[in-house]
């Protein structure tokens, strides 16, 4: 492939762990660093001219497709998740979160399950072999079919993501981070897809969304127990062994695999296969600050389980929250019909839709 095989005796073995990362991921850094005599906005500018190749129909496919999925999910929200919210009787803080967990949990299912048909069952060897993922690159060249789905199919999801955080999503304690991530998360979409770097990001988006399905499902049975004025302990069990499995996950995808395999391949074998590789630092800057916040969201996990262990939670909440509205409502506060008040529904306006929340 274009002279370059994944038997290339320039190409280092993988790493073998934390430490040999950072120590060989440092000093080819420092090596770049030191031989970029020409580093600047002019550079940039040259870079971006020259091998980023995105057409205007793919522009407008990812416009529409973004609006495309808001109004599905406003649909889905009003003519299906709001009223099963309300015929099971949830709390109404829940009943207002619950179909946002819906709507995740169903395109991160799907999502993830094509990134693991695309990696496991089909001819890419990216996930065992991540140094392949720059084998054969060339600027502009032809993105295959299958993986360009995944690419508009993520990428304006997550540019309907910007907007559904502000204006759909309860608004949590990292809502700010979380528009950070998107952006971040939305930006790599794009140029990666732009300068041909649809390989790695493929890799990218399958260690993620596995930990985002165990979220949703974790906090939709969260929700579920209470409801119809009764606590049901299934629905906790569920949830717990759904926490447990959510933390695995995270650490094991996003803070081992992650480092080990995307990193090493971005930071180490992509300046071994394609010496000079455009906007090198520029995509490693900004795939070590998915990293941080990778970090950064792992540190509510272990809140949780250290409150959990010290006795200080005695079941899984949602750490994400704010503070004042974590404390579970009894199922006594429902009228006879199972149904809320307007001015039991407002307590929990803050924290439901934004929308209702900045009026």
Request: aromatic residues 16%.
């Amino acid at each position: 492939m274009d002279g370059h095989s994944s038997q290339n005796p320039e190409i280092e073995p993988i790493v073998s762990g934390y430490s040999d990362l950072v120590s060989r991921g440092y000093a080819v850094i420092f090596r770049e660093l030191r031989d970029c005599t020409d580093c600047g906005l002019e550079l940039s500018r040259r870079t971006l001219r020259d091998n980023a190749h995105i057409s205007y129909i793919e522009v407008v496919l990812f416009v529409l497709c973004a609006l495309l999925w808001t109004t599905v999910r406003r649909a889905l929200t009003d003519s299906l998740f709001k009223p099963a919210a309300q015929w099971w009787g949830l709390l109404p803080r829940d009943a207002a979160k619950m179909p946002e967990s819906v709507w995740k949990l169903i395109f991160y299912s799907m999502s993830w399950s094509y990134s693991t048909y695309l990696l496991f069952f089909c001819q890419y060897p990216f996930f065992h072999e991540p140094s392949s993922t720059f084998n054969g690159w060339k600027s502009g060249m032809e993105v295959p079919t299958d993986i360009a789905i995944v690419y508009l199919i993520q990428g304006s999801f997550y540019g309907h993501s910007i907007y559904a955080t502000v204006y759909m999503d309860a608004w949590r304690k990292d809502s700010i981070v979380m528009i950070v991530h998107h952006v971040i998360t939305l930006t790599l979409i794009t140029l990666s897809y732009a300068f041909r770097y649809h390989n790695i990001g493929v890799l990218v988006l399958f260690l993620h969304d596995l930990s985002d399905i165990l979220l949703e499902f974790t906090k939709l049975n969260v929700y579920f127990k209470s409801r119809g004025g009764s606590y049901h302990l299934l629905n906790d069990m569920v949830s717990t062994v759904g926490f447990i499995s959510f933390s695995i996950t995270w650490f094991w995808f996003r803070l081992y695999w992650f480092p080990l395999k995307v990193l090493y391949a971005s930071i180490i074998s992509s300046v071994q296969t394609v010496p000079g590789i455009p906007f090198y630092f520029f995509f490693n800057s900004l795939l070590f600050a998915l990293l941080l916040m990778n970090i950064y969201w792992f540190l509510f996990i272990v809140q949780t389980m250290v409150k959990v262990l010290m006795g200080q939670m005695t079941e899984v909440n949602d750490l994400r929250e704010y503070e004042e509205e974590e404390g579970q409502i009894s199922p006594a506060q429902h009228d006879e019909t199972g149904s809320w008040s307007l001015e039991e529904k407002g307590k929990y306006a803050r924290n439901g839709i934004i929308k209702e929340k900045l009026t």
